[in-house]
């Protein structure tokens, strides 16, 4: 049996009728607020070519990789079997959770033909995390058929023991990972990056220390993978 529920004392003044009809209202205002939908786990975008504004920041080889938190990576599938085909495009990071690496597996490389060879080239702004090493010597294994080659323009928290194992194992696997040269970002420049309509293209500007900085993470990660 449902317990009676007690009523408030009514008093002369409606005191607690009011507060009884202002709690209610908060309630029903409460309950009439939209609920904020969850963003997704993650999500990639993908396109042909990048922005120039893009390109001049996410890729640029700095020491220090300050506000640069998306990773942009583009990529070359050079497919051999029965014809040869070749596709590019690139893909970047739209939430935290988000890793470009894990998007190339999961959105960009299901749709090639199965039954092929393929070679793949990356360029990226900055060297795999942790989780995303881990899927790239997963791919490698399962896929025989597959020839991975990683060009970086940075190397993420290189310092730490954790990284430096993963980039070890990802060699082991058989992916070949090297640092960026000037010449490489003019590469980029040349077939990844937008170029104004109508105009002519803009020739590549190198930014300063370019390649002091090349040198510098090229010896970081010969050390590494020594």
């Known amino acids: 049996m449902a317990e009676k529920q007690e009523q408030p004392p009514a008093t002369q ?6 507060g009884t009809e202002n709690a209610e209202g908060a309630e029903n205002a409460e309950a009439e607020k939209p609920k904020l939908e969850p963003l997704p786990p993650f999500e990639i975008v993908t396109g042909e070519r990048l922005p120039a504004f893009f390109f001049k920041f996410q890729f640029k080889n700095v020491e220090y990789s300050s506000g640069r938190n998306k990773t942009f990576l583009c990529y070359i599938i050079e497919m051999q079997g029965k014809e040869s085909k070749t596709l590019r495009g690139y ?16 959105t960009i490389l ?29 791919a490698l294994k399962k896929n025989r058929h597959l020839r ?3 060009a970086v323009g940075r190397l993420f928290m ?14 082991a696997a058989g992916c070949k990972l090297r ?5 490489d970002f003019e590469y980029i420049w040349k077939n990844f ?11 590549f500007a190198p930014w ?10 090229d010896e970081k990660l010969a050390e590494i993978l020594h």
């Open 13 to 18: 003044n409606g005191e607690n009728a009011e």
């Open 91 to 106: 893909l970047e990071d739209e939430h935290a959770a988000a890793h470009a690496e894990e998007g190339f597996f999961n």
């Open 110 to 138: 299901p749709t090639c033909e199965p039954g092929y060879r393929y070679e793949v080239t990356w360029y990226v702004s900055s060297s795999p995390c942790v989780s995303c090493a881990e899927r790239i010597v997963k």
């Open 148 to 150: 991975l080659s990683i």
């Open 158 to 171: 290189w310092e730490e023991p954790d990284i430096q194992a993963a980039l070890k194992q990802m060699k």
């Open 179 to 183: 640092i960026m040269k000037p010449q």
């Open 193 to 203: 990056v937008e170029q104004e309509e109508g105009e002519e293209p803009k020739a």
């Open 208 to 217: 300063d220390d370019i390649q002091e900085n090349f040198q510098y993470y």
